[in-house]
């Protein structure tokens, strides 16, 4: 057995211990984490005070301190979050989540179309795929598949994927759209965040002021297969409390225009983190790939 099977092994053994302890304990735990981040110097701390100051360039230094302050608190939370979503008992679940707009979404799957469940990369964005799918199942409608990117450890990746199965049923690679359009054609939802930098088949998109390499994926996915696009999000509203909320579908996704349906996705992120602005995931370097002759901000 090689060392990194033997590590991996530990590690995901110590992420089903801590997931057997009271929930509020977990989350507990995850903003001890977030203060650790938030104290030490590293790579992603500083990534994240990057984005935070130019996305946000009215705030005063003090209040990019603070904000990127609890930021990796929530990141840490988030960790512990993603912990729980995938090894946590069911009864830890309850009356945790509120759901708003329950019905767009029911209408939609109850007429038998699948549709693609669009949102953005909130520090709870795992947690709340699967508090919405418990709705679901609870409602006797189909729960949503998840489309994920392989994490680059295939020892870990085995369990994420085992771990998921048990709440979304089916995970897709992000390149795999066949499938993903199977699922959708079969009446389930398909989860799916594409909000983080890409590098082909994308458009440079305004995001927070910033000129931000957007997937154009969901409006092609949305045009070429007439798919509904059902936007969702997830967001801490307590230290052991969250809040779904579905969103009517945009109203260009679908259209020829992808430029117009980006612009809209993103103006939607962009209201939606700001109302949490702490919440979103600053870690990423959003940012990175720009147009020829732009310079880049990391």
């Not at 199942?137 to 994420?160: C, Q, T, V």
């Not at 799916?192 to 305004?206: K, R, V």
Request: net charge positive.
């Amino acid at each position: 057995m090689s060392f990194k099977k033997i590590k991996t092994e530990i590690m995901v053994a110590l992420a089903k211990g801590i997931c057997h302890l009271p929930l509020p304990f977990q989350m507990m735990l995850g903003r001890g984490l977030g203060h650790l981040f938030s104290r030490l110097p590293n790579k992603r701390k500083q990534i994240a005070q990057t984005n935070l100051k130019h996305c946000f360039p009215a705030l005063e230094p003090q209040a990019i301190k603070k904000l990127l302050h609890t930021n990796l608190l929530a990141t840490g939370q988030g960790v512990t979050e993603m912990m729980a979503a995938l090894w946590a008992k069911d009864n830890q679940m309850n009356n945790r989540f509120q759901i708003k707009g329950m019905d767009v979404l029911t209408q939609a799957l109850q007429d038998g179309q699948g549709v693609l469940l669009m949102s953005c990369h909130t520090t709870s964005i795992e947690w709340g795929i699967r508090g919405l799918n418990a709705a679901l199942k609870a409602a006797d409608l189909p729960i949503g598949h998840m489309l994920a990117r392989a994490n680059n450890n295939k020892i870990l990746e085995a369990h994420y994927i085992k771990a998921r199965k048990a709440f979304v049923e089916k995970v897709i690679d992000k390149k795999d759209i066949r499938s993903l359009i199977k699922s959708i054609k079969s009446g389930h939802g398909v989860y799916y965040a594409p909000d983080q930098n890409f590098s082909y088949q994308c458009e440079f998109i305004p995001f927070f002021g910033q000129t931000a390499a957007t997937a154009v994926g969901p409006a092609k996915l949305a045009h070429s297969g007439k798919l509904k696009v059902i936007p969702w999000f997830c967001f801490r509203t307590g230290p052991c409390a969250w809040q779904i909320e579905i969103c009517p579908e945009l109203p260009s996704m679908g259209s020829a225009n992808f430029t117009q349906a980006l612009t809209e996705m993103n103006q939607l992120f962009e209201s939606k983190i700001s109302q949490y602005p702490e919440q979103y995931l600053w870690v990423h370097r959003r940012f990175k790939n720009q147009p020829e002759g732009v310079e880049g901000i990391y």
